[in-house]
């Protein structure tokens, strides 16, 4: 039985006008695009009749249902262990997945992350974890489904067959300024994160000058969605709202990241980042039916530094290799005595992101050792002369333009002005 025909100009010319699409116009041109019977510049116009003029709670579950359908669908249901995992939309300095996953398994529950590459400012998962000698991110659904069995934890690339038509039209929404439309995000990250097939989610959903969503409302709404469409497709579903005001940690990049996660694992490692990993490890153990176990006594007894390892050696890498390093550092020094009271992530995010860490074309290579090293978080006393920033390159020429980008992302104050505003923002379930 075939769908239901319809017609590219018919679906944006009811879209423009503000119309409801049909459960079958949202069918169809999903799969009509997915397989090239509508044009990228049909597909553009459409998305950006969505961006303006939005899309109801029933369109976006329908629009996620076609996106989920025009690939595989995993299942885990098999597994001996619940599943759970997390998604990020993206901060400066998150590298919260590394940490995060091992801990998680080492309570007892799996979590199969499908992970990507960063493009532009906030830096990718899979980035990171490459810079660790031997390290793939490639693995089959069987490989994945084994390691999952065995060390209870994976990250690895999502592969070509989950939501193609995701792909294709996250690419297009990329080069015609319709990234930023809540529907066409929602569908986007909950279409994989469903196909995925994971029985518990937590969303880490950033706000804040280094996040997609600058402000508080849009991203409350954004995660509001988000939620539902998990529910309703049958995930236990929760978003934290965090901030990404500031970086998280003290490092951004890729090698220096999965460093600061090592320590963390150790049982020391930056307050915050300890903090959000505990929080969201707390979420995804609740989720999974597990809540009677604290992550923290994972993270004290060593099991969850023991999951790592064994997560690491099982895709290939080294855990006890020494990680690149840059060949070239530049220090900044703190121009005056005093308390840094502000931090702005979309400075440092900018100045790692220049200096190598990331990538401005997708098919661009990274850098391992590049990145930024800050050396007091907002709230630390900090003395004239003193280092503040390091950054890291294998390309000196690339300093000059990360310092710009550092200029004005801080201030330096007095201890009363500052005053600390919290991590974990809100909580929607
Ligand atoms: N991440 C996604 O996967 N999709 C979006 O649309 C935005 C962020």
Known sequence: MGAEQHDAVEVIIAKRERGELSDSQIDWVIDAYTHGAVADEQMSSLAMAILLNGMNRR??????GAMIASGERMDFSSLSRPTADKHSTGGVGDKITLPLAPLVAACGVAVPQLSGRGLGHTGGTLDKLESIPGWRAALSN???FAQLESVGAVICAAGDGLAPADKKLYALRDVTGTVEAIPLIASSIMSKKIAEGTGALVLDVKVGTGAFMKDLDKARELAEVMVALGKDAGVHTVALLTDMSTPLGLTAGNAIEVAESVDVL?????ADVLELTLALAREMLAGAG????????????GSAMDAWKAMIRAQGGDPDATLPTARESH?????TSGTLTRLDAMAVGLAAWRLGAGRARKED????GAGVVWHAR???????????????TDEPERFDRALASLEGGYDIGDAASYSASPLVIDRIS
């Open 142 to 144: 069987d490989e994945m």
């Open 331 to 335: 220090v900044v020094t703190a121009p």
């Open 290 to 301: 597990r809540d009677d176990v604290d992550p923290a006594d994972r993270l004290a007894d």
């Open 378 to 392: 907002p709230g630390d006393t900090v003395t004239e002369g003193a280092p503040l920033f390091t950054l890291l």
């Open 266 to 270: 150790a049982g020391g490692g930056p």
């Open 365 to 368: 290579p990274v850098q391992a």
């Open 59 to 64: 369109e976006i579950a329908r629009w996620t």
